[in-house]
């Protein structure tokens, strides 16, 4: 069959036989198919348009979908696959409907559209034969890894491994791979180890699966990286490096590079670790692969300042500078400043004409989150001067001390004071450039739990403050994030803390009330209190009012109201000065 299809040109006339000679032949591998595939597969398309061969209609397009996902085209691989389901609906066979489905699932996942990935998968999930539930189940574990919900991953994995009849079948072992990683994200290192092995077992044999025993080895190292086995977790990695750079894959070997150099760090072994990042760099750039060039810079900056390279040091830091703004400042600048202008033309017209179109809300919401992104560019660029401020600072101070004057030394205090406050100012910043709600991990909260988790983290600084808190006995539960809570709570009774009054023990009261059919929930302390004219400013980002007594970044109440705003809540406070500071807010509440 493989010789007949090689022997067509694009401009032969196929018969129908050759029709399905091409449909098999689309199953093979890209590699082994004929230069001219592409124009074969179009004369044939066209040919069982002609004949309304729905049937092959739905093979031809759905096999040349999935032509083009191993070729990493994924605009074709969506288009063959999406006309593959309009065919398979004109068929009526809902097995016809799950194959295409399940393409669609995988492209979303490739292209990391993991929402839509498990929309996809999930209406697969209908009406599937049999042998698709495998695919079905090992697609939706794998999206859910890469959402890092590891244990409904581990659910769906158990199910695909239901659906193998013999445990020796490979899929199988290919399954192990996958529920190893997740247990080892889940930190369930010893059944991670378990599992690895056992495909490694399975996979031994099996020349053709270098791939597949490279991802168990990779695995290995990190597991064993991870329980503070450097030695072996190093002799892991070199194996699974050595199996990548033999197979040609370029990414795959570059991030065990990576890898690599982390064990040499940790084994302070810092030549190794140089050469290993070293390495990198002249495959990253040829290859494109960008975050991994970026991350080996990063790494080689601090080796070289560990290694007291400072010339070199130096030198990679003005090329990550340059690195960075190549590649993110001059096509952001324009575009965010022509982003800005268009929002504010849109928020004029929405005020006078008080219209809500849904297409301005999507636009609006695009513009927000590229707005989001270029705070976080500009703020994680900042950070990379800065430290190199604090390295060489501390640098003088180590290799000078003696021969600096007392005022000298106090200058490079008040440096290292300032770039550690800056540095701080910048986490704050960060945080509240990229706050925002992710659906799959909205959950019904308790929030007595909640609080117990930030008194266990705040324990120490209760314990100096000797504070006395007392928390109501009935506490709602609260449907949102748990993260955010914390944040959140944690937030508010540090800020009890730092503000409470010097002459008297600090009280902080938690209690939840309802009120105008809203049920609230208050943090009230005891504290030095806020002025009426400035309640409302503290809310806002950068506001501070005790910039000399207190170190503070001006964030923390913002990114309060912004939370709250995120669930379509309030918040507000009452205070007063010398007396102390009431903060309520609600937010949905679980019935």
Same mark, same amino acid.
């Given at each position: 069959?493989?010789?007949?299809?090689?022997?067509?040109?694009?401009?032969?006339?196929?018969?129908?036989?050759?029709?399905?000679?091409? #449909?098999?032949?689309?199953?093979?591998?890209?590699?082994?198919?004929?230069?001219?595939?592409?124009?074969?597969?179009?004369?044939?398309?066209?040919?069982?348009?002609?004949?309304?061969?729905?049937? !092959?209609?739905?093979?031809?397009?759905?096999?040349?979908?999935?032509?083009?996902?191993?070729?990493?085209?994924?605009?074709?691989?969506?288009?063959?696959?999406?006309?593959?389901?309009?065919?398979?609906?004109?068929?009526?066979?809902?097995?016809?409907?799950?194959?295409?489905?399940?393409?669609?699932?995988?492209?979303?996942?490739?292209?990391?559209?993991?929402?839509?990935?498990?929309?996809?998968?999930?209406?697969?999930?209908?009406?599937?034969?049999?042998?698709?539930?495998?695919?079905?189940?090992?697609?939706?574990?794998?999206?859910?890894?890469?959402?890092?919900?590891?244990?409904?991953?581990?659910?769906?994995?158990?199910?695909?491994?239901?659906?193998?009849?013999?445990?020796?079948?490979?899929?199988?072992?290919?399954?192990?791979?996958?529920?190893?990683?997740?247990?080892?994200?889940?930190?369930?290192?010893?059944?991670?180890?378990?599992?690895?092995?056992?495909?490694?077992? !399975?996979?031994?044999?099996?020349?053709?699966?270098?791939?597949?025993?490279?991802?168990? &080895?990779?695995? &290995?190292?990190?597991?064993?990286?991870?329980?503070?086995?450097?030695?072996?977790?190093?002799?892991?990695?070199?194996?699974?490096?050595?199996?990548?750079?033999?197979?040609?894959?370029?990414?795959?070997?570059?991030?065990?590079?990576?890898?690599?150099?982390?064990?040499?760090?940790?084994?302070?072994?810092?030549?190794?670790?140089?050469?290993?990042?070293?390495?990198?760099?002249?495959?990253?750039?040829?290859?494109?692969?960008?975050?991994?060039?970026?991350?080996?810079?990063?790494?080689?900056?601090?080796?070289?300042?560990?290694?007291?390279?400072?010339?070199?040091?130096?030198? /990679?830091?003005?090329?990550?500078?340059?690195?960075?703004?190549?590649?993110? /400042?001059?096509?952001?600048?324009?575009?965010?400043?022509?982003?800005?202008?268009?929002?504010?033309?849109?928020?004029?017209?929405?005020?006078?004409?008080?219209?809500?179109?849904?297409?301005?809300?999507?636009?609006?919401?695009?513009?927000?989150?590229? &707005?989001?992104?270029?705070?976080?560019?500009?703020?994680?660029?900042?950070?990379?001067?800065?430290?190199?401020?604090?390295?060489?600072?501390? !640098?003088?101070?180590?290799?000078?001390?003696?021969?600096?004057?007392?005022?000298?030394?106090?200058?490079?205090?008040?440096?290292?004071?300032?770039?550690?406050?800056?540095?701080?100012?910048?986490?704050?910043?960060?945080? /509240?450039?990229?706050?925002?709600?992710?659906?799959?991990?909205?959950?019904?909260?308790?929030?007595?739990?909640?609080?117990?988790?930030?008194?266990?983290?705040?324990?120490?600084?209760?314990?100096?403050?000797?504070?006395?808190?007392?928390?109501?006995?009935?506490?709602?539960?609260?449907?949102?994030?748990?993260?955010?809570?914390?944040?959140?709570?944690?937030?508010?009774?540090?800020?009890?803390?730092?503000?409470?009054?010097?002459?008297?023990?600090?009280?902080?009261?938690?209690?939840?009330?309802?009120?105008?059919?809203?049920?609230?929930?208050? #943090?009230?302390?005891?504290?030095?209190?806020?002025?009426?004219?400035?309640?409302?400013?503290?809310?806002?980002?950068?506001?501070? !009012?005790?910039?000399?007594?207190?170190?503070?970044?001006?964030?923390?109440?913002?990114?309060?109201?912004?939370?709250?705003?995120?669930?379509?809540?309030?918040?507000?406070?009452?205070?007063?000065?010398? #007396?102390?500071?009431?903060?309520?807010?609600?937010?949905? #509440?679980?019935?």
């Amino acid at each position: 069959m493989q010789g007949s299809i090689n022997q067509h040109s694009s401009d032969e006339k196929l018969n129908q036989n050759d029709l399905w000679e091409i #449909v098999e032949s689309l199953n093979n591998p890209p590699t082994i198919l004929p230069n001219n595939i592409v124009s074969i597969v179009e004369n044939a398309l066209i040919l069982a348009e002609k004949q309304s061969d729905k049937k !092959l209609l739905f093979l031809l397009h759905l096999r040349f979908g999935s032509y083009w996902i191993k070729r990493q085209n994924y605009g074709e691989a969506k288009k063959h696959t999406k006309l593959a389901l309009q065919f398979a609906r004109e068929c009526e066979s809902d097995e016809k409907i799950t194959a295409a489905r399940i393409n669609l699932g995988i492209i979303c996942t490739d292209t990391n559209k993991l929402n839509d990935a498990l929309s996809h998968l999930t209406k697969a999930l209908d009406k599937p034969a049999t042998h698709q539930k495998f695919n079905i189940y090992a697609s939706i574990a794998g999206v859910y890894t890469r959402l890092e919900r590891q244990e409904a991953a581990l659910e769906y994995f158990e199910k695909a491994k239901n659906e193998v009849a013999y445990q020796t079948d490979l899929r199988f072992a290919g399954l192990y791979i996958c529920t190893g990683y997740a247990l080892y994200r889940l930190e369930r290192y010893d059944e991670a180890l378990k599992d690895i092995n056992i495909a490694i077992e !399975l996979f031994k044999d099996e020349p053709a699966y270098k791939q597949e025993m490279a991802m168990c &080895l990779s695995n &290995l190292g990190k597991i064993t990286f991870s329980q503070g086995i450097y030695d072996e977790s190093l002799g892991h990695t070199q194996k699974s490096l050595l199996l990548y750079e033999e197979l040609q894959n370029p990414q795959f070997a570059l991030s065990e590079l990576l890898c690599l150099a982390k064990i040499y760090l940790e084994l302070n072994q810092l030549d190794f670790a140089y050469d290993a990042l070293k390495k990198m760099l002249q495959p990253s750039t040829k290859e494109d692969l960008l975050q991994l060039y970026i991350q080996a810079i990063r790494m080689i900056i601090d080796v070289t300042k560990k290694m007291k390279k400072l010339k070199e040091c130096i030198d /990679y830091q003005n090329e990550l500078i340059e690195i960075q703004f190549e590649y993110f /400042y001059p096509e952001k600048k324009d575009k965010i400043e022509a982003l800005l202008n268009k929002k504010e033309e849109k928020i004029d017209v929405l005020i006078l004409k008080n219209q809500k179109i849904e297409k301005q809300n999507q636009q609006l919401q695009q513009y927000n989150k590229e &707005l989001e992104q270029y705070a976080f560019i500009i703020a994680h660029d900042l950070k990379e001067p800065l430290c190199n401020i604090s390295g060489f600072t501390t !640098l003088l101070k180590g290799q000078y001390q003696q021969r600096l004057n007392p005022e000298v030394t106090d200058f490079l205090q008040y440096i290292e004071s300032g770039t550690q406050h800056m540095h701080q100012l910048l986490e704050d910043l960060l945080q /509240y450039s990229t706050i925002r709600i992710d659906h799959m991990k909205v959950k019904t909260v308790a929030l007595t739990n909640i609080i117990q988790e930030v008194f266990e983290e705040a324990k120490q600084s209760l314990s100096i403050k000797e504070a006395h808190i007392s928390i109501s006995d009935e506490l709602p539960s609260l449907y949102a994030e748990s993260k955010h809570i914390k944040w959140l709570l944690s937030q508010l009774i540090r800020n009890s803390l730092k503000f409470s009054h010097r002459d008297r023990i600090s009280l902080i009261e938690i209690r939840s009330y309802e009120q105008n059919q809203k049920i609230f929930i208050e #943090v009230k302390d005891n504290g030095i209190g806020i002025e009426k004219v400035h309640q409302q400013k503290v809310f806002r980002i950068f506001q501070r !009012l005790n910039k000399e007594d207190y170190k503070v970044t001006g964030i923390g109440l913002a990114m309060c109201k912004k939370i709250v705003g995120l669930y379509d809540g309030e918040i507000d406070i009452d205070s007063e000065v010398g #007396v102390g500071t009431r903060v309520y807010f609600h937010l949905p #509440v679980v019935n």
